[in-house]
């Protein structure tokens, strides 16, 4: 199976700044996802990053805040802007396998700090 | 939208004991119904999953049931074992990339 890794693992930020995470596979994958895993919580989908055109986002989540690229098959970021403490979570990119139901695998997450 | 119940929330056992966590869902649609188990620190790890054609899926001591009719899918551990304490996410879709996440369940096996 594709190996997926990010960066950074951690980060601690201050208010107002931004943070750009990266994803990176081992393999071309068509589905890449970005969620958030805040503290004893459940994950949620952030967007959807599609290759070569902008990302689908889901609903509480906009572009300006959450900006997403995807240059190719094989990498993607997320960029958390203008971030405030209830921006602390962990980031976690996900990508589809190549069964039939779409199954996610997770790569190791990013957790974010922001004092 | 689709909405997924997760329970218990926590769950002590002691080991060698059975373990089970219940999903239970409303969108018929459904199709695809995946557990992950996530360790401190770590990423959720897909440990098994089942499709809306089959009723029960064993992988030696993790089993998953489902019940179409009633809309609800469980997880089932057997001979607990201290490795086995993580929090466990139930999850569906109805065959988009969406998934839908349950609210998770963190067990305990206390040796």
């Known amino acids: 199976s594709a190996v997926i890794s990010q960066k950074p693992s951690r980060d601690i930020c201050q208010r107002g700044t931004s943070l750009t995470i990266q994803c990176q596979v081992d393999?071309?994958?068509?589905?890449m996802f970005w969620y958030r895993q805040q503290p004893g919580q459940s994950l949620t989908l952030i967007a959807t990053a599609n290759q070569g055109s902008e990302a689908t986002y889901e609903s509480g989540f906009v572009i300006d805040k959450f900006p997403i690229s995807r240059p190719n098959l094989t990498f993607s970021t997320l960029t958390v802007s203008n971030m405030s403490p209830e921006d602390s979570s962990i980031y976690l990119c996900s990508i589809t396998g190549t069964g039939r139901y779409n199954e996610q695998f997770f790569g190791p997450g990013t957790r974010l700090t922001v004092l | 939208g689709e909405n997924v119940e997760q329970h218990p929330s926590t769950l002590s056992v002691q080991e060698g004991d059975s373990a089970v966590i219940k999903c239970t869902y409303s969108?018929?649609?459904?199709?695809?119904f995946p557990w992950y188990k996530q360790e401190l620190g770590k990423r959720p790890q897909l440990i098994i999953d089942?499709?809306?054609?089959?009723g029960e899926k064993k992988d030696q001591r993790i089993a998953v049931t489902l019940n179409k009719t009633a809309k609800h899918f469980s997880l089932h551990i057997t001979e607990t074992q201290p490795e086995d304490s993580a929090v466990y996410f139930c999850?569906?879709?109805?065959?988009?990339?969406?998934?839908?996440f349950g609210t998770g369940t963190r067990l305990k096996v206390l040796a």
């Open positions: 969108d018929s649609a459904s199709n695809y």
């Open positions: 393999s071309q994958v068509t589905m």
């Open positions: 089942i499709r809306s054609n089959v």
């Open positions: 999850a569906l879709t109805s065959g988009t990339y969406k998934y839908i």
